[in-house]
């Protein structure tokens, strides 16, 4: 029988007259699974259904376009503009509604948070007024009082079609600078029509969008807003002018306030770092609870039951929306439920999911994510089949775990006192937070499924022929990059592992940084804080590019406010007995002063086994970083995947190597 370890997250709640069994919420995310179209497939449907069977009370869709011809934010995108996409939308209703979960689709229309390009045939993209996004970098043309008229019957229509194909609800999205957010803006809505100047006049887009679907759709039929209750952005939405904006919209007939912040100017508010601590954006929450009747639904880096416990039973908020929290972990509300905390894999906020740099939404901790069709489960083997693993990082840990899970008898040798490989360097308190999630989850999960762990171990070859595998995983990791330049071997030279080891002694030193990346940054802030006179020579590096420029640009400031010196730029030439030689753009050779020069530049594969390990065992693998070092996300995509299909590549194998004799 379930615990009643969280009574007040899974107690049930009502949005308007629509109950749900819980107050969990997955809130809208873009996934880029649409069709050419925007039309839904089949993976957006099992994406969403795989939540709902998660036990999430309520879904609610990834933004989706009332206005394709002006109001889309990018290709792929999901619409519901015309009758043909209602037939879709039912599909997604009835997958996610039979497993008691409710589902509402998040209105949207881009206004000026978008670009000509996306809209394409020429067309100027549009806003309340002719007010740039600075992030956008693109005019947009002022809609006329009848195009505002239009609009505002296309997001009615739209809920009209959702209510008709079954849908629970629809969440109108008034934040993250969107159009809705463009008209309550003091920034961006200058106009002198009935749609702007005065605080009531702003507010009438909205209005008049709530007031229209609740008479199409009936009294009954709810309606959450997103609101950006602080844009972070001087001159614009902020609390007492959003705790207005909510007393008025509950006025009209509003069921729900989802508060979220920020807009495109400050990104790094609405999609956070991992710098950002769990639920810091609560407080907006409770600011709109103050004003209203309604329920606040509070978001932003929630991760763990207890914490989401204690928001509702402090009274800071009614529902708890977590998103990437649900693409780590569909099942989330039912391992939470019953009491599976230490089975619950956190997301640990990479914005690996943000990138969509190959086509769609994924996630470094949960390989499935975005691909649910494809690993649809994990198939038993026949028989007993031991498979050992060399290294215990989070390759070697996942393939462990998937292997685990189809059958398979699994032995990690691991040489170090601990699992992690490189999570265990990260220092800097609240990403090392983060990094303890996946270490925690990985490390639970090898007890949980009896995986055979040798700690301080070194993984022989005779040591292995004892467990007389099925076959040999290598997870062997990587090494630091040392710059291949003139004086990299003197003793001046030092690399991150040396600081994060403490290696040697940094106290009071004049030391150089060399590298970029989120690792880089660390380590010269730790060198800093132990009291030296640190420089950071900023080369570009693989790492370094996978930083995304807020997040760059707000790092770079605390580092220069904490002293330390940060030169761009140049090239590093030679590594000197008493420093660094360095070249400028202008071919100038620059001497600087270090009692060490510290590489921070990323790693390099470390795979000293394999070529000895292959005359004694039929199937060797190297996977994760031993292979393609450079983040967690491919160590873990790695491991999964070779540990899927293990049965099939060692056939593969076998087949290949009697065809090669024959």
Not at 60 to 79: C, H, K, M, P, W
Not at 209 to 232: M, N, T, W, Y
Not at 354 to 379: W, Y
Not at 508 to 530: A, D, F, P, R
Request: with cysteine; aromatic share 8%.
């Amino acid at each position: 029988m379930p615990t009643m370890k969280y009574p007040h997250l899974f107690e049930q709640g009502k949005i308007g007259s629509l109950t749900l069994k819980n107050r969990v919420v997955m809130p809208g995310m873009g996934t880029n699974f649409s069709g050419h179209d925007g039309q839904i497939t089949d993976q957006q449907i099992t994406y969403y259904e795989e939540r709902a069977k998660g036990g999430t009370g309520l879904i609610i869709t990834e933004f989706t376009s009332v206005d394709y011809e002006y109001g889309r934010a990018g290709f792929n995108q999901l619409r519901i503009d015309e009758e043909r996409f209602v037939p879709g939308i039912h599909r997604l209703a009835n997958a996610v509604q039979k497993y008691g979960a409710k589902l509402f689709v998040q209105l949207q229309h881009s206004g000026r948070e978008t670009y000509s390009m996306v809209l394409g045939g020429g067309r100027q993209i549009v806003a309340p007024s002719a007010v740039t996004c600075a992030a956008i970098g693109e005019e947009p043309r002022a809609l006329t009082t009848e195009e505002v008229k239009e609009i505002i019957n296309k997001f009615v229509m739209a809920a009209l079609r959702c209510k008709n194909a079954g849908v629970d609800g629809v969440e109108l999205h008034g934040a993250h600078g969107y159009l809705i957010n463009q008209f309550l803006s003091p920034n961006t809505n200058l106009r002198t029509d009935e749609y702007g100047g005065s605080f009531y006049n702003r507010m009438k887009f909205v209005e008049e969008i709530v007031v229209g679907i609740k008479q199409v759709c009936g009294a009954d039929f709810p309606i959450s807003v997103r609101l950006s209750v602080d844009e972070f952005e001087e001159g614009g939405m902020m609390i007492p002018l959003s705790q207005e904006v909510a007393r008025r919209l509950e006025m009209v007939g509003v069921d729900a306030i989802h508060a979220s912040c920020g807009n495109y100017n400050s990104m790094n508010t609405m999609v956070e770092t991992m710098q950002y601590e769990q639920g810091w954006r609560v407080y907006l929450a409770e600011e709109i609870k103050k004003v209203v009747n309604i329920p606040v639904i509070t978001v932003g880096v929630i991760r763990e039951p207890q914490f989401a416990e204690s928001i509702l039973a402090e009274g800071r908020a009614d529902f708890i929306a977590m998103g990437r929290t649900h693409i780590a972990d569909p099942e989330w509300a039912k391992k939470a439920l019953e009491g599976r905390d230490d089975e619950i894999r956190k997301c640990i906020v990479c914005l690996y999911c943000t990138t969509k740099s190959q086509g769609h939404v994924k996630c470094s901790v949960n390989v499935r994510a975005g691909r649910e069709l494809e690993f649809r489960e994990f198939k038993k083997i026949e028989g007993k089949k031991h498979v050992a693993i060399v290294g215990g990082g989070p390759g070697g840990m996942e393939a462990a775990r998937v292997l685990s899970l189809k059958g398979y008898q699994v032995t990690i040798f691991e040489k170090d006192n601990k699992l992690g490989g490189q999570l265990n360097l990260v220092t800097a308190p609240i990403p090392k937070e983060k990094m303890n999630w996946i270490i925690q989850y990985l490390s639970n999960e090898m007890k949980r499924l009896n995986v055979d762990v040798r700690l301080n171990t070194v993984a022989s070859i005779e040591a292995i022929k004892a467990l007389n595998p099925y076959a040999v995983l290598l997870a062997t990791g990587a090494k630091p990059i040392i710059a291949d330049i003139e004086g990299n071997t003197l003793p001046i030279v030092c690399d991150y592992e040396d600081v994060y080891l403490k290696r040697k002694h940094f106290a009071g030193n004049k030391i150089v940084v060399v590298g970029s990346g989120m690792v880089c940054y660390s380590v010269t802030s730790q060198l800093e804080k132990q009291g030296n006179e640190v420089t950071l020579v900023e080369i570009p590096t693989e790492t370094g590019s996978k930083v995304t420029a807020p997040t760059k640009a707000m790092l770079h400031n605390r580092l220069t406010t904490a002293g330390v010196k940060i030169i761009e730029d140049h090239m590093v030439s030679a590594v000197r007995p008493d420093g660094m030689l360095m070249t400028n753009v202008a071919g100038e050779q620059i001497e600087l002063e270090a009692d060490h020069v510290v590489f921070s530049m990323g790693t390099e594969s470390f795979n000293p086994l394999e070529e000895s390990y292959r005359n004694h065992f039929d199937n060797v693998f190297v996977i994760g970083d031993a292979i393609n070092p450079g983040s967690i996300t491919h160590a873990m995509r790695d491991g999964f995947e070779k540990a899927y299909v293990l049965e099939d590549i060692a056939i593969n194998k076998v087949a290949t190597a009697e065809l090669v004799e024959s």
